[in-house]
């Protein structure tokens, strides 16, 4: 089960690292040419709209209930009812999402006012978020459509498309800032425009990526849309506490909106951090996720809770053993990272102080968003959709007062540690309901590998943040008359310093974790 789990992983990771990367890329470019400026900020805000939309309906409550339900159809009714229920899904989306695209397009002005009304004080800062915001919400359908095609093919344990679907997003994305920046600036367009035009093409070419395959598994889209299947209903009873749970995380989502908008380039200095965050959870936390949600769909459907604790441990201290070591590495490194991607053109020094910053306090959040990738889908594949909605709230409210609090304290930073704090409780929460709900993770295990991952983690941060230290000291500003060639000499040799660290003391302190992560999920993918 171990093997053939990091197996899946390593090959999601793959695709996912690749995807990530490219993501980087993206954003490295979007840096260069946008930096923390009034446009940049203002297309941030514009994508917070679609964004929150499609938490709901494409990596939130809609996948969470779906894949589970559509992996036991295959198993118990087979793929032609299966692919029936593909099509109604798909079909009520592109329903339910045309929708609520019209509506955003409509009521563009007041919703960006209710978001950014800060956005006022700087001229047409405010009224090139509302014309973005009308740009961007067709993205909404499209990436809905996407994540039904996924959840399809992840429930057949087609991984590795899917997973790569993103990297396709992410160069359409690239070419149109590169290509269409200068050509909009000749044409007297707003520069900006560039990158929604990345943003909807880019979601054209997830659907695309993922059709060929999904047809080749015999999968046949019917027109249909009955609201009495019993499948379809399924999905939707699933589905409606975990909207309750993305209501309430708009609540917060907008608050959080409102006091970085006030701030002189916060919104854009978190957006960048919490995408560097989020690169390892993408690629470790998203990977061992994907990889385990479909046996313990097949787990929960034979009542075998034997199984799934065996596979939610195994899922856990394997995410554990690649995320606390990518939470220590992002905290100390934090600055240099930074500087190193993106400072260039019109990201300076201030943008790299402010979005490090960001990232320090963001990054204690990686262990609890990757956790909870795995722990909410569970209660899913037991038809148990109340428990995380509960606990999502929960955490929401902690996260509204914790940044409430803080933001007071230490501004635009304290939005990014209460975010952190509120993933962590979301994830112990949902941990220590699911352990009862099938008696036991095998905890003890689990804690003892935290703790042997921990103290590694944190011997390798020292020896990281002092070989970054010591090479910043002896290494002159440019290397070969190039600042960046001395900035990438100085990371690499901090993260090679820390993963030989990390190496060293996982042998010492005999964790059987990272030997499985360095010889299935970083080494041989297809083993």
């Excluded at 959840?151 to 590169?178: D, E, H, K, Q, T």
């Excluded at 709900?437 to 095998?442: A, E, L, P, R, V």
């Excluded at 660290?501 to 499985?516: D, G, N, P, V």
Aim: proline share 4%; aromatic share 8%.
């Amino acid at each position: 089960m171990s093997e053939r789990l990091a197996k899946s992983a390593g090959l999601i990771g793959a695709a996912t690292l690749t995807s990530r990367v490219l993501g980087l890329v993206r954003d490295v470019a979007q840096a260069h040419y946008f930096g923390t400026s009034l446009e940049n900020d203002a297309f941030v805000v514009a994508t917070r709209i679609p964004t929150l939309l499609r938490d709901l309906f494409a990596e939130g409550a809609m996948s969470a209930a779906f894949v589970p339900t559509v992996t036991r159809y295959l198993k118990t009714e087979g793929k032609a009812a299966a692919w029936r229920l593909g099509s109604q899904v798909v079909n009520g989306l592109i329903l339910v999402t045309g929708v609520l695209v019209l509506l955003g397009i409509i009521f563009a002005k007041p919703l960006a006012q209710l978001y950014a009304g800060a956005f006022a004080a700087e001229p047409g800062k405010l009224e090139l978020t509302i014309s973005l915001t009308r740009i961007n919400m067709p993205f909404l359908l499209l990436v809905a459509v996407a994540a039904a095609y996924m959840g399809m093919l992840n429930a057949l344990r087609r991984f590795f498309v899917p997973a790569m679907s993103p990297a396709l997003y992410n160069i359409v994305f690239i070419g149109c800032i590169v290509i269409f920046v200068p050509v909009f600036t000749r044409l007297g367009i707003a520069p900006v425009m560039a990158l929604s035009a990345g943003m909807l093409l880019g979601g054209v070419a997830q659907i695309v990526a993922q059709w060929p395959l999904l047809r080749r598994e015999g999968y046949r889209h019917q027109w249909v849309l009955n609201p009495r299947d019993p499948s379809l209903r399924e999905v939707l009873i699933l589905m409606g506490p975990g909207m309750l749970g993305v209501a309430a995380a708009q609540i917060n989502l907008f608050v959080n909106t409102s006091l970085a908008t006030g701030q002189d380039a916060a919104v854009s200095a978190l957006g960048y951090a919490f995408r560097l965050m989020y690169m390892p959870i993408g690629i470790f936390g998203v990977s061992v996720a994907t990889a385990a949600i479909p046996d313990l769909a097949r787990h929960a459907a034979d009542e075998s809770h034997h199984d799934m604790r065996t596979t939610l441990s195994w899922g856990l201290r394997l995410m554990l053993m690649l995320s606390v070591p990518a939470t220590v590495g992002l905290m100390v490194l934090a600055p240099s990272v930074v500087e190193l991607l993106y400072q260039r053109g019109r990201f300076d020094a201030t943008s790299t102080l402010l979005t490090a910053q960001a990232l320090l306090f963001y990054a204690p959040g990686i262990v609890g968003y990757s956790i909870v990738k795995l722990a909410a889908p569970s209660f899913y594949s037991l038809k148990d959709a109340r428990t995380p909605v509960i606990v999502g709230v929960v955490s929401v409210l902690t996260n509204l007062v914790l940044n409430i609090a803080l933001n007071s304290v230490l501004g635009f930073r304290g939005l990014a540690l209460g975010t952190a704090i509120a993933a962590n409780v979301n994830a112990i929460l949902l941990l220590v309901l699911l352990s009862r709900k099938i008696g036991g993770i095998d905890g003890a295990r689990v804690w003892r590998s935290l703790v042997k991952i921990s103290i590694a983690s944190a011997v390798m941060g020292v020896a990281a943040y002092y070989t970054d230290a010591g090479l910043h000291a002896v290494l002159p500003g440019s290397l070969m008359g190039s600042p960046l060639l001395s900035r990438l000499v100085r990371v690499l040799g901090a993260i090679g310093a820390g993963i030989g660290t990390l190496a060293l003391a996982a042998w010492a302190l005999h964790i059987e974790e990272f030997r499985q992560a360095m010889r299935r999920l970083l080494g041989r993918f297809t083993a």
